[in-house]
């Protein structure tokens, strides 16, 4: 569907957004206690592949793809009950149109009276209302669950997307107290820095 793609593309820029923002966020919280005089320790750590490779952002896009399922089958059924409620509308419309072209023809016959045939159309008519009305209905009940997906997906992302960063700033800290480091810098903003200082693969490892 392609508002659903569309939800889906929305969702991934969010979620680039919000991993950017945490990141730096978490990035400048590792505490430093510098003594004058001392030299300070410095490592830097590539925020966005530890977070890709986390286990525990598996886990997130999980239960993320689990909770978007569900909203897509809700979706694909009230979808599926507008067309056909469409299809009815036109087949019955198509037959009140009929109805009305008989009653010069029943004259001549004799096999049908107007008043029948209008009576019939009018009936039909009723019908074609209600069809109408239970379209109206469902669209209303599609924008409505499309826009509570929408709603809770984002939430869902922003307090998932904050507990995985939380679970990779806490092994950041453990790492900066048994290293003694002062300072873990994103490596998307180092412009040069030696191997040695890096240490992605090492928390990467903690949080397997």
């Known amino acids: 569907m392609v508002l659903s793609k569309k ?11 919000q991993l950017y923002t945490l990141i730096s966020l978490h990035a400048v919280e590792i505490p430093l206690d510098v003594k004058e005089g001392k030299m300070t320790n410095i490592a830097y750590v590539d925020m966005e592949l530890v977070y890709n490779v986390s286990p525990q952002k598996s886990k997130m896009m999980e239960a ?11 979706i694909s059924s009230i979808t599926a009950a507008i067309e056909s409620k469409k299809e009815e509308f036109e087949n ?17 016959t004799g096999t049908e009276t107007a008043d029948t045939s209008l009576s019939g159309a009018y009936e039909k008519e009723l019908t074609k ?17 499309r826009e ?7 939430e869902f992302e922003k307090a998932e997307v904050s507990d995985v960063l939380e679970q990779i700033y806490r092994v950041l800290e453990a790492i900066a107290k048994e290293d003694e480091l002062s300072l873990i ?6 412009l040069y820095g030696p191997p040695g200082y890096d240490i992605t693969h090492k928390v990467v490892e903690r949080l397997k």
Do not use: T, W
């Open 185 to 190: 810098i994103d490596k998307n903003y180092i």
């Open 64 to 74: 993320y793809n689990e909770l978007k399922k569900n909203y897509d089958v809700k």
């Open 7 to 17: 939800y889906l593309a929305l969702f991934g820029i969010l979620l680039i957004s």
């Open 92 to 108: 019955i419309s198509k037959e009140i149109e009929k109805i009305k072209s008989r009653p010069a023809v029943a004259a001549s």
């Open 148 to 154: 509570k997906m929408a709603s809770e997906m984002a």
């Open 129 to 145: 209302k209600l069809i109408a009305d239970s379209v109206n209905n469902l669209e209303k009940d599609l924008q409505e669950i």
